[in-house]
């Protein structure tokens, strides 16, 4: 039986999450605190069957979580295993959503606890594999992030990995982050390679794109 107004899912959803607030102590008194997410059925049931609208309702609980605490809490003090767990049922109910993986990569991603930050850059690194064509932005900036905000070299090596390695849609630019990461490393060796490979592999196309790899295989190529 339909709803018999369109609000009414919103409505339902929003009081829902109020009495959460309202009822449930640890929440309360423990502005950390974050339950772990609901199946993808029950959400999209309190939705009123619409996995879109469920996704944003998630969103915007976690932003008023995060209100609530507003004063008292910073997020590296969040259960971050728990925050992963919404921000990937969000992305699973809408798979074209870009909120979740930019609050993982921009928000949540740029707190100072490296343990925490590489919950968030490791759920986009695991998003970006369902759906490269659509997601490499967000791998970019967190495989920038873990390089020069996290300096884990090797963790920001594996996320370029991926890029160099992915779909058309990923531009040269994006593939050659392996290399440069690989140069200011000082293995210049390991960065040679790898835009000589993006060069002779043929997954890249575009002309300005192949004479910027060009470029940057000679600018290498000359510090021997």
Known sequence: MKLAHPLLPVLAALLLQLAWHALTPAAAERPTYLPPPPAPS??????????????????LGVQAHDDQAAGRLAFAQLDYTALRGWLALALALDPRAQAPLFAASEVYGAVTDRARAAVMLDFVATAYVADPANRWPWLAHAALAAEHRMHDHARARAYARLLRDGPAQVPAWARELDALFAANAGELDDARSILGGLLRGGSVTDPNELRFLETKLRSLESAR
Request: charged share 15%.
């Open 42 to 59: 029950l959400a999209t049931l309190a939705a009123g069957g619409d996995e879109v609208l469920a996704a944003r309702l998630i969103m």
